[in-house]
C-alpha cells in the first residue's frame, strides 16, 4: 500500500494525517515542522497507518523533538484500540503526549509529559 499525506489547519493548529505503511513519514514530519512558529500546536494523526513499526515511532519521537526544540506542541492522534495498545506497550505514549481525537490534539494549554 502507498502511503499518503495531508497537511491542514484545524482551529489555528497544524494537522498531518498519515496514511499507510509510513515510509515518507519523516519527509512528511520535516515538512510540517520545517520553520514553525514558536507556540504552534501540531497534530499528527496516524489512524490511518497500517503500520507503526519500531523505525515509524522513532520519527515520530525525533518529529516531537523537533517541534520541542522550537517551543512547539505535538500531539499523535490515535484512536484505533490496536495501535494505542502499541503506543502504550512500547511506552511512546509517556514521551509524546497520544489523544483520540484531532478536537482532543487541538485544545490549547497542554500539560507536560515526560
Known amino acids: ?33 520545517s520553520g514553525i512558529p514558536a507556540g ?15 523505525a515509524a515511532l522513532g520519527l515520530l519521537l525525533g518529529a516531537a ?14 484512536a484505533g484500540e490496536r495501535l494505542r495498545r502499541r503506543l502504550a506497550d512500547t511506552r511512546f505514549d509517556r514521551a509524546v503526549e497520544v489523544v483520540a481525537s484531532i478536537g482532543e490534539a487541538i485544545v490549547d494549554g497542554s500539560a507536560e509529559v515526560s
Open 1 to 33: 500500500m502507498q502511503s499518503r499525506t495531508t497537511q491542514r489547519e484545524v482551529a489555528g493548529h497544524l494537522v498531518l494525517a498519515l496514511d499507510g505503511a509510513l515510509p515518507e513519514i519523516h519527509a512528511a514530519c520535516q515538512r510540517l515542522l
Open 65 to 78: 523533538a523537533t517541534a520541542r526544540s522550537r517551543g512547539a506542541t505535538l500531539r499523535v492522534v490515535c
Open 40 to 54: 504552534a500546536s501540531v497534530a499528527i494523526d496516524v489512524d490511518g497507518a497500517t503500520i507503526l513499526d519500531d
